[in-house]
Every structure is written in structure tokens, then in C-alpha cells.
């Protein structure tokens, strides 16, 4: 009665631990969400921030592109201002060239007439010059001479036109100078608006990675704080009234000699733990039934013989591990199963209550614990029946 009111308080402590836990795992679990939310919120606020930065380069863009096409077309209008201007030049000396001779020739045609009037012409012809030359001089004066007013006009037009066509190209090149100096001082604005967007949209980007690394993190938090309180969910919502065993006793050598057919009702289990099944009763998830009982308990902890005998296997069997099996004479035998280590091999002789392994987790078991079976000629036996202390 002792022993079950022990078993009892001990059960309530680990159920009021086991609660505690959770609750305290709620609160966290809630936390984090919350700290998720927060941090998606924010996020949203910087993907808005970092749209309407790149809203803004774009548009800088826009107005760089179209500056840099306006000064496209004005270094096009320049250089045709310029290759205009040259070629008025050119006209301009080939005129002032021309203007030059036929100025010397109408100085000359009036120095004439002013001394002799139309004797030169005679004068001419008597002067022993070439006869060709002085028949085109004397044309070209009778030329100049009916048409001296009618081509002083024309020259003084041309002249005129030359010079209002020549100050026209020089202010448009001035103009479009002026032009080029405001759009490339405007340029220099727009390129350092676009550099300081994009420092800033490099920065924004940053805090977004930033930001999303960190609810990354919260997620994965929050992931396996989830499964760590969905476990303690199943394991809150067992059943709490099991009627199992907990053993605190251990094997000795007292009934060494006595026929292990009349031990029964004298056994102690090989290790302290708790009874977590019962014999021939389903195992979870399963219809195979169990053939024996699954005591857990901690890792490491020595596993003893129940009964004096001799070891007839010490080796891994798949399903149970690392396995020992004990021959206690008159086809009665024992089995240890799970074990981390086996301290004994096949031909060693055992007294009751002798080390022969370490407690473990091997052939696939999730919890760590001793597998115990009785068998009498193969046939599975209840070890509860074979108990000095049984509880139902």
C-alpha cells in the first residue's frame, strides 16, 4: 500500500511538472506569434518604403533619360549651328575676297574717268599692252560702268545679309550653349537624386533581407516550440489512472539453488523503473501483442539476473537490440532486451542479482527502458505472476 501511495505522488509531481511546461510553452508559443506578426508588419512597412523609393528612381530615371536626350539634340543643333556658321564664314571671305578686287577695279575705272574721261580708253589701247587684255579690261570697265550702281547695291545686300546671317548663328550658338550649361547642370541634379535613391533602396533591401531572416528565425522558433507542445498536448491527454507497476526492488542470490519452477511469487525485476505495459495486451499502433514487459527507466542504468542460470545467447537481434538470454534450467528462461551494453557472453555462469547489462535504448526503441520476458519452453510467461510485490 506503501509502495502505491508512492507511486501515486510521484505520478502527480510528474503530471505537475508536465503541466507547468505546457503552460509556460503556451505563453512562449504566444509570444512568438506575436513577435511574427509584429515583424511582418514592419516588413510590410518597408516593402511600401522601398516601392515608393523605387517609384521615385524611376522616375529620376525618366528625367535623366530625357535630359540626356535634349542634350543629345542640342549637341546635334550646336554642331549644325557651328558647320553653318562655316560655311558662311567661307562665303563671307570668298565675298570680302571678291569685293576686295572689284573694289580696286572701280577705284581705278573712277580715277580714270576723273582725270580724262573717255580718253582712257584710247590710252589704253596706245599704251603697248597685251591687245587681249586691254579688250577685257576695257569690257569688264564698260561692265562696271553701266552697272556700278545696280552691283554697288546688290554687294552693299549681300554684305548686309552676311552679317545679319553671321550674328544670327552666333546667338544661336550662344543660346544653345546656354542651353547645354542649364541640362547639364540639371543632369548633375537628377544623377545625385539617383545616387541617393539608390543608397537608400540599397538600404531599405538590407532591412528587408534583415527583417526576413529574423521571421525566418521566429518561424522556425515558433515551429519547434509547436511540436514540442503538441507532444505535451498527447502527453497531457493519456490516460493519468494506468494501473502500472513501478519496481524498487532488485534481484539477489538468496534463492540460489532453489528449482526456478518454485520461485514464483519470489522475483524482483533486473532494474527500478516504471511498468509501462501489460502482458498480452496490444502493443501501440499495433496487433501484435506483448510477450513480455517494457520497464523504463534512465539510460545506463545495470541491468541484474533474476535467478542464478547460465547465458545461452549475447547478441543483437533486430526488434530487441542488443539481447541476452539466461537458461535457468528445466526449459525456464529469461530475456533482457534494448540494452546499451552486455557486460556477460554466451557460457558465463550468473548468481541471482548479478550485473549482466546496461540499460539502453538499441533496436529501435524511442524510450530508454529494459525488455523483460519469462519464458517456460518457449512459451511466454506473465512476469507479473512472477513477482514477489505484483500490483493489478
Known amino acids: ?5 508512492r507511486f501515486l505522488l510521484l505520478a ?44 521615385a528612381l524611376r522616375e529620376s530615371e525618366r528625367e535623366i533619360s530625357n535630359s540626356n536626350r535634349q542634350l543629345a539634340e ?22 570680302s575676297s571678291s569685293m576686295a578686287g572689284q573694289q580696286t577695279l572701280l577705284g ?6 576723273y582725270l580724262g574721261g573717255k580718253q582712257e ?19 569688264y570697265y564698260q561692265y562696271i560702268a553701266r552697272n556700278r550702281a545696280s552691283w554697288l547695291n546688290t554687294l552693299r545686300n549681300d554684305l548686309s545679309a552676311l552679317n545679319v546671317v553671321s550674328l544670327a548663328t552666333r546667338d544661336q550658338l550662344a543660346e544653345l550653349a546656354q542651353l547645354r550649361d542649364q ?6 541634379l537628377l544623377e545625385k537624386g539617383k545616387r541617393d535613391r539608390l543608397q537608400m533602396l540599397s538600404k531599405i533591401s538590407l532591412q528587408l533581407r534583415t527583417q526576413r531572416r529574423e521571421i525566418n528565425r521566429l518561424q522556425r522558433n515558433e515551429n519547434r516550440l509547436a511540436e514540442l507542445v503538441e507532444k505535451l498536448t498527447k502527453l497531457l491527454a493519456q490516460p493519468k489512472s494506468k494501473s502500472l507497476f513501478r519496481n524498487e526492488n532488485l534481484p539477489d542470490n538468496r534463492f540460489d539453488g532453489s528449482p526456478f519452477d518454485r520461485l514464483k511469487g519470489k522475483l524482483s525485476l533486473p532494474v527500478r523503473g516504471e511498468i509501462t505495459n501489460r502482458f498480452n495486451t496490444p502493443r501501440p499502433d499495433s496487433t501484435v501483442l506483448w510477450k513480455g514487459l517494457f520497464v523504463r527507466t534512465s539510460s545506463g542504468q545495470e541491468v541484474k539476473a533474476v535467478a542464478a542460470g547460465q547465458v545461452v545467447f549475447a547478441d543483437w537481434l533486430r526488434g530487441f537490440g542488443n539481447l541476452l538470454i539466461v537458461d535457468h534450467g528445466k526449459g525456464y528462461m529469461s530475456l533482457y532486451g534494448n540494452n546499451e551494453t552486455l557486460y556477460k557472453q554466451v557460457g558465463d555462469v550468473l548468481r541471482g542479482g548479478d550485473t549482466i547489462a546496461a540499460v539502453g535504448n538499441s533496436g529501435g526503441n524511442e524510450d530508454f527502458g529494459l525488455y523483460f520476458e519469462l519464458r517456460h519452453e518457449s512459451k511466454p510467461l506473465d512476469p ?9
Open 74 to 95: 542640342l549637341s546635334a543643333q550646336q554642331r549644325a549651328a557651328e558647320q553653318k556658321l562655316r560655311e558662311l564664314q567661307s562665303q563671307q571671305q570668298n565675298l
Open 108 to 113: 581705278k575705272l573712277l580715277y580714270q574717268q
Open 12 to 55: 502527480w509531481c510528474l503530471l505537475t511538472t508536465v503541466s507547468s511546461a505546457y503552460a509556460n510553452q503556451q505563453e512562449e508559443l504566444e509570444n512568438l506569434r506575436k513577435r511574427i506578426g509584429e515583424m511582418q508588419r514592419e516588413m510590410d512597412r518597408t516593402s511600401e518604403s522601398k516601392s515608393e523609393v523605387a517609384d
Open 1 to 5: 500500500m506503501i509502495l502505491f501511495i
Open 384 to 392: 507479473m505472476k512472477w513477482l514477489a510485490l505484483k500490483q493489478h
Open 183 to 188: 541640362q547639364a547642370a540639371q543632369k548633375k
Open 121 to 139: 580708253y584710247f590710252k589704253l589701247i596706245l599704251n603697248n599692252q597685251d591687245p587681249n587684255q586691254v579688250a577685257r579690261d576695257l569690257q
